[in-house]
């Protein structure tokens, strides 16, 4: 049986000339590459979307990794606030850990708490204050594209972020450890560490204009 088979197969005709070398294309989504490219594989695995109008306010040159990365979540309001844990289903308390007055969303949380208040406060008396104090998101990143110079723009970016990422951490302070740390002192903190950053930074030539500046000094 096996070598009648073999023998029938052996009288078709082979759908190739055996002549012509085989010929290998790489298919990536609807077109054909002749060479493959590992960028255009991972443009099919995982589609660019547009860029968001907010890409260079939380990513720019000179920023802190973690302070990016920390409103980047922010920016998608992906933070595991109470509200939102809430409805996941966990049986707690919706009520923000800083304050006790509201429930603790993004915007409430990050901007208008009165113990957020108290450190945004701080940083307008430094960075130019908006007209009014900030009821949503869109607004906190209109105020910082406001800026009436590079320096200025620098500058907000840096300390929003930081304002962000220190609310956040004080906020994870209470929440596991019962531990609530003053607004002044949580600024003066704040203020420190934007002082390092551009401190360390200083041979960058925006970073340099922003070591004369008189709100720093």
């Not at 800083?98 to 429930?103: E, H, K, R, V």
């Amino acid at each position: 049986m096996e070598v009648d088979l073999h023998a029938f197969l052996t009288t078709i005709d082979l759908p190739l000339p055996i002549d012509v070398d085989d010929k290998y294309v790489w298919v990536a989504g609807d077109s054909n590459c002749f060479d493959f490219r590992s960028s255009s594989t991972w443009d099919v695995l995982r589609p660019r979307q547009d860029i968001k109008n907010w890409v260079d306010v939380v990513w720019f040159k000179g920023a802190i990794p973690k302070h990016s990365f920390n409103m980047w979540i922010a920016n998608y309001d992906r933070m595991p606030t109470r509200s939102r844990l809430v409805a996941w289903g966990l049986p707690i308390s919706a009520a923000c850990p800083l304050c006790s007055n509201f429930d603790e969303t993004r915007d409430h949380l990050l901007l208008s708490c009165a113990y957020s208040l108290a450190i945004w406060r701080e940083v307008f008396s430094r960075c130019q204050p908006p007209v009014g104090a900030f009821t949503n998101w869109s607004e906190l990143l209109s105020w910082i594209r406001a800026a009436t110079s590079r320096r200025l723009s620098l500058l907000r970016k840096i300390a929003t972020q930081a304002v962000v990422y220190h609310i956040w951490k004080q906020r994870n302070n209470m929440v596991h450890n019962q531990q609530l740390i003053p607004p002044a002192t949580v600024f003066n903190n704040i203020d420190k560490e934007i002082r390092n950053i551009i401190s360390a930074r200083r041979r960058r030539k925006l970073f340099d204009s922003l070591m004369g500046d008189p709100e720093l000094s």
